[in-house]
């Protein structure tokens, strides 16, 4: 590994300075938390028959409709009322080659991964499997709502490099990576520390700032990556600058213990990825159901983000998320649907998910209100990818990524909209039973990268 040469990003800068040719002004209603409602009380930001003024792809101005209107007689208006416009939903933490396998119920983690994720992760050798399913994701998280995803990848580099291609034609952000690992999975899915830096670096080159497209190196976990392959996740995280790092991190305690296992040496299932010097600002472990208070000080004081998936947690039977203990650490949290593990790609579901395990916790929860859920699934996304000056609201200068909530005409969610008497009772009847059904378009960077069917002049109430 004597490679030394660094790749800048090339693009993924809002062009603020464009000169303002075909505005769009939407009109809606809409609601985003550019603040943590962690951290500012009111962060919920509301704009009732709202405006947003978007050119190449980036919000020039928000404010009232009839203000924005006034100051842009010229600006061709998208008409959106009826509905609820909200940030582009943000995933951190989701598999592309499980979507097949969603539903694999009734097992713990090592039993699912050997019975259910690995036989199919298996198959995307096939490069024709590979692009079908490299399809099938990138349209599911856009009909979701999700314009940014940190995606676990594939173990073979040709259905990494599919999906990054599928990513970039679709409008979908994909911060994703090879999948690498050396051990105790199965023979068709291990390589080793040479092969899997070389066959990062090449994906990396080919694709890392490109578009909307960011590289993360991708270590499974610790259970199945020797120190030499986390050596080698390391010398690529210091050879190029802007890369994220992601893994799985204290999901199930029979995970735990066998980790320990591997790493006598280690403190902590932390400190496997520590030693290696991958725990920073840059990195996102997935679930950590069960940190110790070590972890919990040294990931906050690295500013690792911690992605957390309640539908898998449940539906693999891995813990309560102690949010409440990260929280009062420090340590930044975001939410993921950690498909196929995971029950779907809505993080509307995941939202409500999140806010279910924490009522049943009690005293150990933490009372989440519909702007936690809203903030969740959007900004603290864009803030643990290191995004948050690009993405994840709809402040001036970010890009246009978002979502429409129109729920069709004679549906329950439609009823509570027409009733709703307020905006957080509107956002919390969105998170309780808004489905993908309800997701009737979707933009990334200002472009239409999903439309429902179903035609929207028709289905104002
Ligand atoms: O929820 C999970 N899904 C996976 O695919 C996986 N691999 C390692 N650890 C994992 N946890
Ligand atoms: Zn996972």
């Not at 066998?258 to 790493?263: N, Y």
């Amino acid at each position: 590994m004597t490679q030394t040469q660094t790749t800048q990003p090339q693009t993924n800068q809002p062009q603020t300075n464009q000169p303002h040719t075909n505005q769009t002004l939407y009109r809606a209603t809409f609601m985003h938390t550019p603040a943590s409602p962690f951290e500012t009380p009111d962060a919920l930001q509301v704009q009732e028959d709202g405006g947003l003024l978007v050119a190449g792809g980036v919000i020039q101005a928000s404010g009232p409709f009839s203000e924005l209107r006034a100051g842009h007689p010229g600006a061709e208006v998208s008409d959106l009322r009826g509905g609820l416009l909200l940030p582009g939903f943000i995933d951190t933490h989701v598999h592309y080659p499980q979507g097949r396998v969603i539903g694999g119920l009734g097992m713990p983690l090592l039993e699912w991964l050997d019975r259910n994720a690995l036989p199919e992760e298996v198959r995307l050798a096939d490069p024709d499997y590979a692009r079908a399913v490299a399809q099938e994701f990138t349209r599911s998280l856009l009909q979701n709502g999700t314009t940014t995803a940190l995606v676990f990848g594939s173990h073979f580099a040709p259905a990494v490099d599919t999906l990054f291609a599928e990513a970039e034609r679709s409008g979908l952000r994909a911060v994703a990576g090879l999948v690498v690992s050396d051990r105790l999975l199965r023979p068709e899915l291990h390589t080793t520390p040479q092969r899997a830096y070389e066959e990062s670096r090449a994906l990396i080159e080919r694709w890392h700032g490109v578009g909307r497209q960011l590289y993360a190196v991708t270590p499974r976990f610790s259970l199945s990556a020797s120190e030499g392959m986390l050596d080698a996740c390391a010398a690529l995280m210091r050879e190029f600058q802007g890369l994220r790092f992601t893994s799985h991190i204290n999901e199930n305690v029979a995970e735990i213990g066998v980790v320990q296992g591997l790493f006598p040496q280690a403190r902590d299932y932390l400190d496997t990825y520590e030693r290696a010097g991958l725990v920073t600002r840059r990195s996102v472990l997935a679930h950590n159901v069960h940190p110790n208070d070590r972890e919990l000080g040294a990931m906050a004081a690295h500013g690792c983000s911690a992605a957390h998936c309640p539908c898998s947690n449940s539906a693999l039977g891995s813990g309560f998320f102690p949010l409440k203990r990260h929280l009062q650490a420090g340590v930044h949290v975001s939410l993921g649907t950690d498909v196929g593990g995971g029950t779907g790609f809505s993080m509307l579901k995941e939202g409500l998910q999140a806010y279910f395990m924490q009522q049943l916790q009690g005293e150990q929860g933490v009372s989440l209100t519909p702007a936690h859920l809203l903030y969740l699934a959007t900004h603290a996304g864009a803030q643990a990818l290191n995004l948050a000056h690009l993405t994840g609201d709809f402040s001036v200068g970010k890009f246009f990524d978002a979502v429409l909530i129109d729920p069709a005409p004679q549906t329950a969610l439609r009823a509570v909209y027409a009733a709703a008497d307020s905006p957080a009772r509107l956002l919390a009847a969105t998170f309780a039973s808004g489905t993908p059904g309800d997701v009737a378009r979707v933009w990334a960077g200002g472009d239409t990268a999903y439309q429902a069917r179903r035609d929207l002049a028709a289905i104002h109430p």
